[in-house]
């Protein structure tokens, strides 16, 4: 069985590398990846250099708990060492959004819930796909954004070069 993900991207740590990075070992992994737009965002929660943050869609036949553990394998092979505390730079950050309509709270919870929070990984996905739904919502994601208080966090579009 095949199924769809939602993946939130963020460095701020020799950003353009590692976002580039995050494209290529998704699309190594998964199948039928897509990625956003990049966003430039304060960081959030401690005083940092600006993130870079995007979203990933992307297709698989692994299983949720796999989903997970590939993730994290990315991260660590990108620098993330997992026992720093929650809000500090980060080399890799890659956040399962979603995990088809699944709601549960392990391996990890889904539907993250910074999806309705942040406007780091709420206009990626709108921009990404706008007319997905939200698994617990059930309103698409650019009605989302559209109710969310935009002048709460700033974005900057990246026009990001893919090719190094």
Known sequence: MTHTLLISIGTNIN?????RAARK???AVFEDVKVSDVYESEAV????????????SAKTTLDLY???TVLKKIESANGRKHNEKKF????LDLDLLTYDDVCTEKPTVLPREEILFNAFVLLPLANLVPDWHHPQKKQSYQALWQAF??????L????FNWSP
Request: proline share 3%.
């Open 88 to 91: 500090c730079s980060r080399t």
């Open 149 to 154: 208080d935009q002048s709460s966090q700033q």
């Open 15 to 19: 950003r353009a590398f590692h976002v």
């Open 45 to 56: 929660g401690f005083d940092g250099e600006a993130f870079y943050n995007l979203v990933a």
């Open 156 to 159: 900057k579009p990246i026009n």
């Open 66 to 68: 796999s989903v997970c």
């Open 25 to 27: 070992a998704l699309e």
